[in-house]
């Protein structure tokens, strides 16, 4: 027989190293010798849900409950895989459940917190006033001061939101997802280059989080805007000089000083992203689609043209250039009307 705590603990250690599937075979050796441990089932059930084996991982946290309804832990377990189904109803009577058994614990405020800052109609005064509370119980832990600094950005609070989060950091320097709040903060900011450095370090110390992947593949997309707008000012400028009739000699100067410090921007702003951005910028790449590919690939021909061609060539170049500004100038207006590019992803 084994030492069922040990054994729980070892699996929780694998869990929080993001070694899931490991744990996931610990634990199912465990259910079979302990079928109806209420401990063993939400351990499990935490294992999937990291998976994203999300209806497995409800139906054990449901037995763990079912077991030992009047232990909070199953409900915390439960309410967090619900808000992952974006199940709000079910997450909001487990968070209460929560509040109900262990009223004076900051986990249970910290569940409701999380449940009213989600769901189509957030609460968020309701939501940060909760995470207040779950802070003022527990002011050590880091989870709770991200939470509030979640609340704090949603309700348009972005200075007390930073505080918050590096208030997260200074209790635990290691904290993946105050790291990646605050760097998306800093990216909203224009501060780029911060973000990426901030989301290097979380990469670094948690590889397995989606939301980090996804949040680099974002920086790579907000590059490769600001990359466009550079690419059409410049497009504008030597257009100017072809009009003035300046010799192709400054032209090509122009042409060359941007390529270089364009080049060496990007590289400079690559070296603060981790290893194997290549691969991620690639997927990036790949979600965009053809057209728009071609589309940047026909705009940097038609400026190298502007630059490097003689007149003859480069005049017809530049009023090619003139209907695809147009096009960069309406791309611009509705990807900033949108925000897509700037819907960074935030975890609690």
């Known amino acids: 027989m084994s030492n069922l705590p040990r054994e729980l603990a070892q699996a929780e250690v694998l869990i929080g190293l993001g070694r899931d599937r490991e744990a996931e075979e610990r634990l199912r050796a465990l259910l079979a010798e302990h079928p109806q441990s209420p401990a063993v089932l939400r351990t499990l059930a935490r294992a999937l849900h990291h998976q994203d084996r999300l209806a497995e991982a409800d139906e054990l946290a449901s037995r763990s409950v079912a077991l030992a309804p009047e232990s909070q832990d199953g409900h915390l377990v439960l309410c967090d895989i619900r808000l992952s189904r974006e199940l709000w109803a079910d997450a909001d009577r487990s968070a209460r459940e929560c509040l109900r058994l262990e009223p004076h614990d900051w986990t249970s405020h910290y569940a409701m917190a999380r449940v009213l800052l989600s769901g189509p109609r957030p609460r968020l ?66 501060r780029l280059g911060h973000g990426a450095r901030m989301l290097r370090q979380a990469v670094s110390q948690a590889p397995q989080e989606k939301v980090l992947h996804q949040n680099l593949h974002r920086i790579l997309l907000l590059l490769g805007r600001r990359a466009l707008i550079a690419i059409a000012t410049a497009g504008i400028v030597l257009g100017a000089m072809i009009a003035q009739d300046a010799p192709w000699w ?99």
Not at 166 to 174: F, M
Not at 270 to 299: C, D, I, K, S
Not at 314 to 339: C, N, T
């Open 125 to 190: 005064r309701e939501a940060y006033d909760a995470a207040r509370t779950s802070v003022g119980l527990a002011p050590d832990q880091p989870a709770a001061h991200n939470l509030v600094g979640l609340c704090l950005d949603n309700l348009g609070n972005r200075d007390e939101a930073e505080r918050a989060y590096r208030n997260a950091l200074a209790i635990d320097p290691g904290h993946t997802m105050a790291q990646n709040n605050l760097a998306t903060l800093q990216m909203e900011r224009g």
């Open 250 to 348: 400054s032209r090509a100067l122009v042409g060359a000083a941007f390529l270089a410090g364009l080049g060496w921007l990007l590289h400079r702003f690559r070296a603060n992203l981790p290893r194997g951005v290549g691969q991620w910028g690639r997927e990036a790449l790949a979600a965009v689609p053809r057209r728009w590919q071609l589309f940047y690939g026909l705009l940097v021909l038609v400026v190298l043209l502007l630059a490097f061609a003689p007149a003859s060539i480069a005049g017809p170049a530049g009023l090619g250039f003139l209907g695809l500004a147009r096009v960069v100038g309406l791309v611009v207006i509705l990807g900033w009307l949108g925000g897509a590019l700037l819907n960074l992803v935030r975890r609690r």
